[in-house]
T-cell receptor
Framework: GQQLNQSPQSMFIQEGEDVSMNCTSS?????WLWYKQDPGEGPVLLIA?????ELTSNGRLTAQFGITRKDSFLNISASIPSDVGIYFC??????????????FGQGTILTVHP | DAGVTQSPTHLIKTRGQHVTLRCSPI?????VSWYQQVLGQGPQFIFQ???????GRGNFPDRFSARQFPNYSSELNVNALLLGDSALYLC????????????FGSGTRLTVV
């Protein structure tokens, strides 16, 4: 099935550092979403991107929808301990057969050392 | 405002049994999707329902079925459980077509022994 390649798989950083993660695909997506998941919880939507080239911020988080529509990145600035968790990218393919289907990346595990 | 609510939160079943998982969407949301998340992986799409009709289906066997009720709540049913069905089952809701800001519930942790 359709795959999203998310990297890196894990990151260990010091509090205050900036973080960058990205997702790539062989297919074009018409929507990119970034989620954060804490242990025992469902994913929480951080940022949604709807247009190629779109750059959107949510506090210390910034995400961009790649021009080719096949990639997206998420940056976290000045990380804090509560940023710990698993970050997922997700995309929605165009076309009626993909109705309602989000394709998720494998996740990036973020650990922040105080 | 209540978010997406799922029940039960945890469940242990034996191989071959049947299970029913329940989901209530955010008030005003008419679309519900189901996802399976195996430990260490991203969620995998199972079904989407909108206005009580199935609008999307993922690559899962016919042992998986679902339905949506007039109040937009939904059930996911899995028959003849296998050990590999052990996973976190997530429900997500949106207002409807064109709304891709899916809000997820906390999930049901199913363990098959």
């Amino acid at each position: 099935g359709q795959q999203l390649n998310q990297s890196p798989q894990s990151m260990f950083i010091q509090e205050g550092e900036d973080v960058s993660m990205n997702c790539t695909s062989s297919s074009i997506f018409n929507t990119w979403l970034w989620y954060k998941q804490d242990p025992g919880e469902g994913p929480v939507l951080l940022i949604a991107l709807y247009k190629a080239g779109e750059l959107t911020s949510n506090g210390r988080l910034t995400a961009q929808f790649g021009i080719t529509r096949k990639d997206s990145f998420l940056n976290i600035s000045a990380s804090i301990p509560s940023d710990v968790g698993i970050y997922f990218c997700a995309g929605h393919l165009p076309g009626g057969t993909s109705y309602g289907k989000l394709t998720f990346g494998q996740g990036t595990i973020l650990t922040v050392h105080p | 405002d209540a978010g997406v609510t799922q029940s039960p939160t945890h469940l242990i079943k034996t191989r071959g049994q049947h299970v029913t998982l329940r989901c209530s969407p955010i008030s005003g949301h008419k679309s519900v999707s189901w996802y399976q998340q195996v430990l260490g992986q991203g969620p995998q799409f199972i079904f989407q329902y909108y206005e009580k009709e199935e609008r999307g289906r993922g690559n899962f066997p016919d042992r998986f079925s679902a339905r949506q009720f007039p109040n937009y709540s939904s059930e996911l049913n899995v028959n003849a459980l296998l050990l590999g069905d052990s996973a976190l089952y997530l429900c997500a809701s949106t207002a409807g077509p064109g709304d891709y800001g899916y809000t997820f519930g906390s999930g049901t942790r199913l363990t098959v022994v």
